[in-house]
């Protein structure tokens, strides 16, 4: 074994869009710590990623990182969407096991997406340090944590149909938490649910973890990580993430990041941008996994036309439930308001949140693209579908105050209404609240701040583990 295999870190992240982009960001930023790092993706989207960005030419500069590829165990026709999530987690868990269980004793840690709970349990069987990058917002997973409390005490599931009742046993939510801002707000048996299921096995897992890697940073999430660090005291919030990497790349004066998507961004959509008045469009997209049925997309479609507000639009060719999008479908809705709208399959969403074009975000609350609008200082309008999205939705409306939680509900009038008081009405009071945690995050990212000191503690933990491992390993000398 070579001086540089210690200390060496495996990431293994969700095999979608979001973790994906994180656990990359994750990946180069220990690359820039010296560590020796693999990348473990699934064949099906390293083939897209290689595809749609330069990351295997990007990372060669990095001698100690390689990417390994293991198949999800799904036949390549299977369209891996949010409906069939749960075909996809099995699938890949199964091929993952014996995976790890093989390549695990070679490392120092292993960095696996929260919800591989089985990674957990492997690295305690060879013996490795597990530290799970959790990549949805912390809000929800302290809401996960407090799932056992919440059972115990009859809360889940829930009783009636009242989805305006409070929650009040999850602790630091009393009087915030309804049940329409729960995880899994349809949930009618947890015994029988699997993401209930998947979840109740990942709080489980993490008090036996090492530590804990969540995208967040101290000032945005402060009293949720406390109460966090109560199950797992290393919990390391080295948010928001993509910040961290490109401030430590401009300080060494190395390139910043191209695209980590899995589609091919459009970049007409910045051109568009370019010839539009500051802050006087807002950016739609509903992330990578999200679905709408036609009615909600025309509902969305005449609400944002109705409000006279400009518009750029990531229609996904996936976008619509039931069905392929059909290309004369958005022509048409094209027609009559060209001159105010534009719609792109893929956007360079980083680029475009940083666009001066940009007035708003209407999101359907997805981790990354709250943490990207927030990092621009861009108010937010929320439609969330599912699991932490509806958490994450009611804190950016009622604890940050950085936007309106419009949750789920998919009516033209309450569109342009909520349009119009974002992007005129009360443009001021948002921009100033989000200016403010903008400026913040920011700040953790720097020298000296909490994120990047987390950072630096993670770091310095992995170092001492490879340590130890060389004390057990002989031909370990790193
Ligand atoms: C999924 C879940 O839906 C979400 O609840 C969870 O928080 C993370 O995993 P996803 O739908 O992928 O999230 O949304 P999000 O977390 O917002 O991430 C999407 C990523 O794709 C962002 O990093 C965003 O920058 C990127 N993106 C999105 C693009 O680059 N271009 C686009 O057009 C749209």
């Known amino acids: 074994m070579e001086a540089e295999m210690c200390p060496h870190v495996l990431l293994f992240p969700l095999p979608i869009q979001s973790p994906i982009n994180s656990m990359l960001q994750l990946a180069e930023l220990f690359c820039l710590a010296g560590l020796q790092v ?59 096991q014996p995976f790890l269980r093989e390549i695990l004793p070679g490392v120092t ?62 602790p630091g939510m009393q009087g915030l938490l309804r049940r329409r801002d729960f995880p899994f707000y349809r949930l009618t048996n947890c015994a029988t649910d699997l993401y209930c299921q998947l979840a109740l096995k990942e709080i489980r897992s993490i008090p036996r973890s090492h530590g804990l890697i969540l995208n967040t940073f101290e000032d945005l999430d402060g009293p949720l990580l406390s109460l966090i660090r109560s199950h797992c005291p290393k919990a390391y919030a080295v948010g928001p993430l993509h910040l961290q990497l490109k401030t430590r790349l401009a300080d060494k004066r190395m390139p910043l990041p191209s695209s980590n998507s899995l589609w ?86 980083e680029k475009v ?40 939705s009611r804190f950016v409306g009622e604890v940050w105050k950085i936007g309106v939680d419009m949750k789920d509900i998919c009516d033209r009038y309450i569109i342009e209404k909520v349009v119009k008081d974002l992007m005129v009405t009360n443009k001021d009071t948002f921009k100033k609240s989000a200016n403010n945690l903008s400026m913040l995050g920011k700040q953790s990212v720097g020298e000296g701040g909490s994120s990047y000191n987390a950072f630096e503690y993670l770091v310095e933990d992995i170092k001492k583990l490879g340590r130890r491992g060389k004390d057990t390993n002989p031909n370990c000398i790193g």
């Open 38 to 96: 693999t990348f473990l993706n699934t064949n099906h989207n390293q083939h897209l990623l290689c595809r749609h960005t330069n990351v295997e030419s990007r990372f060669r500069q990095y001698p100690k990182f390689q990417f390994r590829t293991i198949p999800d165990g799904l036949p390549e026709e299977h369209p891996r969407s949010s409906e069939l999530f749960g075909e996809l987690i099995s699938s890949l868990q199964a091929v993952a």
């Open 109 to 170: 840690c292993v960095i696996p997406d929260g919800l591989f709970y089985y990674a957990v349990d492997i690295g305690n069987e060879v013996g490795v340090s597990v530290i799970p990058f959790d990549t949805i917002s912390p809000s929800c997973l302290w809401v996960y944590l407090s799932f056992p409390k919440l059972i115990e005490a009859g809360d889940i599931p829930f009783k009636g149909n009242d989805l305006d009742v409070l929650i009040e046993n999850v």
């Open 264 to 349: 091919e961004e459009d970049h007409s959509s910045i051109q568009w941008l370019d010839v539009q008045p500051i802050e006087s469009v807002i950016y739609v997209s509903f992330g990578s996994l999200a679905t709408l049925t036609r009615e909600e997309i025309l509902e969305f479609w005449h609400g944002l036309v109705n409000s006279g507000i400009r518009f750029l639009w990531v229609m996904r060719s996936n976008l619509l439930r039931e069905e392929e999008f059909n290309h004369q479908f958005v022509k048409e809705l094209m027609e009559g308001c060209k001159e105010r709208a534009y719609t792109v399959t893929w956007a360079p969403q």
């Open 353 to 392: 949140l940083a666009h001066p074009a940009i007035g708003g975000f209407l999101t359907h609350s997805g981790w990354n693209s709250t943490m990207e609008s927030i990092v621009q200082g861009k108010p937010m309008i929320c439609w969330a579908v599912y699991v932490d999205q509806r958490v994450t």
